[in-house]
Nanobody
């Protein structure tokens, strides 16, 4: 079992930045790939970014490439999502998720463990 807790969300103006954190407890965190997903009101939950177990391989949704950076610190059992140049369309509840596998899936249903989410709101 892995327990995940997100933090760092908030309200920011367009063009601003936020850094989300996902803190994990439970089993050895370095055995899990981690993904960030988001869900806007009335929308499906969607992939934002994933990171491999070592942190050496990352993947991003096209619309966030160059603006968002996913990273992890396995010594601290944490994964981060640095979000720059935020846009109103980035407004959503952001979730981190983990799966004990090598492959970093982009489909939410592939993940076994989820945090409770943190709200990100970007005003125009």
């Amino acid at each position: 079992q892995v327990q995940l807790v997100e933090s760092g969300g908030g309200l920011v103006q367009a063009g601003g930045s936020l850094r989300l954190s996902c803190s994990a407890s439970g089993r050895t965190f370095s055995n899990y790939v981690v993904g960030w997903f988001r869900q806007a009101p009335g929308q499906e939950r969607e992939f934002v970014a994933t990171i491999s177990r070592s942190g050496g391989i990352t993947d991003y949704k096209t619309s966030v490439k160059g603006r968002f950076t996913i990273s992890r610190d396995n010594a601290k059992n944490a994964v981060y999502l640095q979000m720059n140049s935020l846009k109103p369309e980035d407004t959503a509840v952001y979730y981190c998720a983990a799966k004990g596998t090598i492959v970093a899936y982009t489909v939410p249903t592939q993940y076994d463990y989820w945090g409770q989410g943190t709200q990100v709101s970007v005003s125009s």
